[in-house]
């Protein structure tokens, strides 16, 4: 089991007559909406700061986007940019889960980017196009690769989030108040194999009726990215059903092997549409790259694989 590259890819390319996408477009979070595709993606230009800006598509592969970001740094917290964006659909809204690159100010001398300088952050809209800050999960440590499920779960709202090497779980009342007591973790990097440096999750998790088929990243020593799947359990996602041994997607094409980051696939979306698993990625973190499978055969292999 694989995931297949459009043959169009990359569907997405750095805008050269723009000041802040022109050197790099990556790692969009992507979402199916009223019969459109609708994509939130990080983008790189001039000052090399990361911002977010918006496409939509009929197709899922050719994009018309807005000509400015609608999501870029405001303050000291993020003032080294947004990225990264995730999307779910939850409660008749829109909730981006991102992270602020930003400056650790230890009271005295220059910031340090050692700790608490990125920070996942979640931002709420109605219409995807408009922002509004609800604040992070955690701080004072970095954490990134969050995103919120698409339901509650046990009465709670309930996220993914990353803290080096593992995936952990965070529970919320409200999407604001993230109790240290109400996070525990997944799963971490194998011992040996593809992933066994560290591990991320990628887009929404997919609620099927064998659980939460998770899609997530990772890297070995060779800091080579590739994409993995796991079933996670309905009601306690702390509890890992399946995740099989091999990966379904790794860096082949050349902008994946030597974009602007090497040896890098990197994924913030993965919406099902008409039973079809679109995975939206980032290559080399420089363009965006579309590869799909069908839900039941990705299900089937998180079911059957060995592990």
């Known amino acids: 089991m694989r995931l297949q590259r459009h043959p169009t890819n990359p569907v997405l390319l750095p805008d050269l007559t723009s000041d802040w996408e ?5 790692n969009p979070a992507v979402v199916y909406h009223n019969g459109l595709f609708h994509m939130l993606y990080r983008a790189q230009g001039l000052d090399w700061v990361s911002r977010i800006g918006y496409a939509v598509s009929r197709d899922g592969v050719h994009w018309n986007r807005l000509r400015r970001p ?4 405001a303050n000291a917290a993020d003032s080294r940019g947004v990225e990264d964006p995730r999307v779910t659909f939850l409660e008749g809204a829109f909730y981006m889960t991102y992270t602020a ?3 650790r100010f230890l009271g005295r001398g220059e910031p340090t980017h050692e700790g608490g300088g990125i920070i996942p952050m979640i931002a709420r809209s109605e219409n995807l196009i408009t922002w509004e800050p609800i604040g992070p999960i955690v701080v004072g440590e970095d954490n990134k690769d969050h995103v919120l499920f698409p339901r509650k779960i046990g009465g709670r709202y309930a996220a993914l989030h990353r803290r080096r090497p593992t995936i952990w779980l965070a ?12 996070m525990a973790p997944i799963f971490g990097p194998r011992a040996e194999g593809w992933d066994s440096k560290s591990v991320g999750g990628n887009g929404v ?6 659980g939460w088929l998770m899609l997530y990243h990772g890297y070995d020593a060779d800091h080579v990215y590739r994409f993995g799947v796991c079933l996670l359990d309905l009601e306690d996602p702390r509890r890992v059903i399946r995740r099989p041994r091999e990966p379904i997607f790794w860096p082949e094409e ?3 092997l030597r974009g602007d980051v090497p040896n890098v696939v990197f994924s913030c979306a993965n919406p099902v549409v008409d039973g079809t698993v679109y995975v939206y990625y980032g290559g080399g973190d420089h363009v965006i790259g579309l590869a799909t499978c069908r839900l039941d055969e990705l299900t089937d292999f998180a079911l059957h694989a060995p592990e």
């Not at 529970?171 to 240290?180: A, G, P, Q």
């Not at 998790?205 to 064998?210: K, N, S």
């Open 22 to 26: 022109c050197y790099n477009v990556f």
């Open 70 to 73: 609608v999501l870029e740094p």
């Open 101 to 103: 690159y930003g400056r």
């Open 254 to 256: 050349l902008w994946e």
């Open 205 to 210: 998790p997919i609620e099927t009726e064998h």
């Open 171 to 182: 529970y919320s009342d409200d999407l604001r108040t993230w109790r240290e007591e109400d």
